[in-house]
T-cell receptor, first 116, second 113 residues
Framework: DAGVIQSPRHEVTEMGQEVTLRCKPI?????LFWYRQTMMRGLELLIY????????DSGMPEDRFSAKMPNASFSTLKIQPSEPRDSAVYFC??????????????FGSGTQLSVL | AQSVTQLDSQVPVFEEAPVELRCNYS??????LFWYVQYPNQGLQLLLK??????LVESINGFEAEFNKSQTSFHLRKPSVHISDTAEYFC???????????FGAGTRLFVKA
C-alpha cells in the first residue's frame, strides 16, 4: 500500500486566494483526520470523518475552513479566503475501523502551506 | 475531555547517553497511550503504544515507555541514543472506545556527536 497520500507537498499563495489541500487515505480505512501543525500550537485536530461523514469539526478555526469527503478514497480541506496566519503544515491521517489494536493513525507527509 | 502535557519542549543530549522524554496526561475516562515520532519533513509515525496488559512497552529501535496510572504518566526512555534518533516526539492519548487522538505539544530531541 502506498500509504496516505497528500497533495500538494508545498503550496505558496497570496492572502485572499483560495487554497485546496487533498488527501487520499489508505484503502479500507474508515476514519480520516485533518490536523494542522504550527510551532505555536503544536498538532491540532481540525476535523475527522467516519465513512465519509464529518463527525467532529469543532477544531475547524473559522468559517473560512471547510472539509469534504465525497468518497472513501478522497478528501479535501479548503481555505477561502486564505490569510497569513493559516501558514502551517497540514496533515491528513487515516485509521482503520475496528477494535483496540486499530487506534493507530497513519499519517501522510503533509502539505506545507505558506500564505504571503 | 483529555489533555496531554509534554514537560520539555527541547532535549539536547550527547550520543550514547540515556534520555527520558516526559509525558503526563489528564482524563476522566480510561485511555490508550501512544508515542509518535516525526523526522524532519515527514509525517508522524507510531513508535509504540499501550493498550492494556504489561505497563512497560517497547519499540523495535530500543525505546521503551512505562504507563504509570497513579501518576498519569507515560514517559519515553532510551538507554543509549544515536544521532539518527534526532526527531520530534509526540505523546498522545485516545479515550477507550473513542477515535479522537489528542496530541501533546511535542518534544524535540537533538542528539549531538
Amino acid at each position: 500500500d502506498a500509504g496516505v497520500i497528500q497533495s500538494p507537498r508545498h503550496e505558496v499563495t497570496e492572502m485572499g486566494q483560495e487554497v485546496t489541500l487533498r488527501c487520499k487515505p489508505i484503502s479500507g480505512h474508515d476514519y480520516l483526520f485533518w490536523y494542522r501543525q504550527t510551532m505555536m500550537r503544536g498538532l491540532e485536530l481540525l476535523i475527522y470523518f467516519n465513512n465519509n461523514v464529518p463527525i467532529d469539526d469543532s477544531g475547524m478555526p473559522e468559517d473560512r475552513f471547510s472539509a469534504k469527503m465525497p468518497n472513501a478514497s478522497f478528501s479535501t480541506l479548503k481555505i477561502q479566503p486564505s490569510e497569513p496566519r493559516d501558514s502551517a503544515v497540514y496533515f491528513c491521517a487515516s485509521s482503520p475501523n475496528g477494535g483496540p489494536t486499530n487506534e493507530k493513525l497513519f499519517f501522510g507527509s503533509g502539505t506545507q502551506l505558506s500564505v504571503l | 475531555a483529555q489533555s496531554v502535557t509534554q514537560l520539555d519542549s527541547q532535549v539536547p543530549v550527547f550520543e550514547e547517553a540515556p534520555v527520558e522524554l516526559r509525558c503526563n496526561y489528564s482524563s476522566s475516562v480510561s485511555v490508550y497511550l501512544f508515542w509518535y515520532v516525526q523526522y524532519p519533513n515527514q509525517g508522524l509515525q507510531l513508535l509504540l503504544k499501550y493498550l492494556s496488559g504489561s505497563t512497560l512497552v517497547e519499540s523495535i529501535n530500543g525505546f521503551e515507555a512505562e504507563f504509570n496510572k497513579s501518576q498519569t504518566s507515560f514517559h519515553l526512555r532510551k538507554p543509549s541514543v544515536h544521532i539518527s534518533d534526532t526527531a520530534e516526539y509526540f505523546c498522545a492519548v485516545i479515550p477507550t472506545g473513542g477515535f479522537k487522538t489528542i496530541f501533546g505539544a511535542g518534544t524535540r530531541l537533538f542528539v549531538k556527536a
